[in-house]
């Protein structure tokens, strides 16, 4: 028995009518379905997944079961010709994110060997992938996509040893610096200096030793600040402070805001470069359905990406790890996503266009 994936773009092809970026499959449990499919080896027996491509949530939206083999028909756009079928059983449908389709984002990170973008409608899954996609589709029975993802997250990309142990033990510094008269140098330049601290890496925005020597004194009382009292009116007038000092030629946006990470890991997460906290806002949306408020105000976003994103992480993860995950969560929306070409839509536009009714289990369809 082997497993074939199916493609659908709800652009060119929905029931009832021509299709559009809001286009729905109305087929439910057990009805028979007619699908165009490119290969010609499948048989009686073999499963199949639809997977929903296009703008909007993109993933596996539906598995079945294949009751009649390839077999050769008219074309639907052109009788003159002929196109090949099958014919399938739909075992399970989930439309959207809330139903549990099982995301291409997660798909792409889970299989990366296999073709999540198909030219043609009825490609074969690689054998070494079956499984996989067998137990996502399984797993995500009446949860959330999201939830899907960070599972597999948590089991697949979640370490408990080196940034996770590093992760608490920067943020038990806050303790130690706060119950004391003064910010030791060491403490100082490891919050302020390092480029990588334990809490996240800014890249090449990172401090340099001289601003940190010229302005010692402003960032001991502004460590202390954030530390006893992080919340969004000190992040503001943290920046505001920052732009009057003179001893800084430039505002380093993602080393403030990763002592403020440091300061509160309960409601604030690692993601301390904005744009990349953009990305996954705007992945979640239009990627996974959550319809999250976007200020763009870093502080207020990440607060609200905690709770949005909670719901769906494993109860009792601790915070250290739930912010790691988020972190995952990133690196998997902002993958590339090979996009189709104008012969793969017109592929998937003739192929939708053939789908009709057949049978439904125990009665006639309508």
């Not at 939830?147 to 940034?163: M, P, R, T």
Request: aromatic residues 10%.
């Amino acid at each position: 028995m082997s497993s074939y994936l199916l493609s659908w773009n709800p652009k060119n092809f929905s029931t009832g009518g021509e299709g559009s970026d809001q286009g729905t499959l109305d087929y439910q449990k057990d009805e028979i379905v007619r699908w165009s499919c490119h290969s010609k080896q499948v048989t009686e027996g073999d499963n199949v997944y639809l997977i929903k491509l296009g703008k909007g949530s993109r993933g596996i939206i539906a598995k079945g079961v294949v009751t009649k083999a390839s077999y050769v028909d008219k074309c639907w756009k052109d009788a003159t010709k002929e196109r090949t079928y099958i014919d399938f059983r739909v075992e399970d449908i989930r439309h959207n994110c809330n139903e549990g389709l099982v995301p291409q984002v997660l798909l792409l990170k889970a299989c990366p060997q296999q073709q999540w973008s198909p030219q043609s409608s009825g490609i074969s899954i690689k054998p070494e992938y079956e499984e996989t996609i067998n137990n996502l589709w399984l797993q995500g029975e009446n949860e959330h996509s999201l939830a899907i993802l960070f599972n597999w997250l948590s089991a697949n990309s979640f370490k408990e040893e080196g940034w996770y142990q590093d992760y608490q033990a920067t943020c038990s510094l806050k303790n130690n610096i706060t119950s004391a008269d003064s910010i030791a140098d060491d403490l100082l330049r490891r919050i302020w200096l390092k480029k990588a601290n334990g809490i996240a890496s800014v890249g090449n925005g990172f401090m340099y030793q001289r601003e940190i020597d010229d302005n010692k004194v402003f960032l001991q009382k502004l460590t202390f600040d954030i530390l006893t009292n992080p919340t969004k009116a000190t992040f503001d007038k943290a920046f505001e402070d920052w732009k009057s000092q003179d001893g800084f030629s430039r505002t380093l946006y993602s080393v403030l805001h990763r002592v403020f990470s440091l300061a509160d890991p309960e409601s604030i997460t690692s993601v301390v470069g904005k744009e990349y906290l953009n990305e996954i806002i705007k992945g979640l949306n239009s990627q996974l359905q959550l319809s999250m408020f976007h200020s763009k105000h870093w502080f207020e976003d990440n607060q609200a990406l905690i709770h949005a994103v909670t719901p769906y992480i494993e109860p009792n993860t601790d915070i250290y790890k739930r912010n790691i995950l988020i972190w995952h969560l990133y690196q998997v929306l902002t993958q590339k996503i090979e996009a189709q070409s104008s012969t793969d839509v017109s592929e998937v536009k003739e192929k939708n266009r053939t789908v009709i009714k057949l049978w439904t289990i125990g009665a006639q369809a309508a």
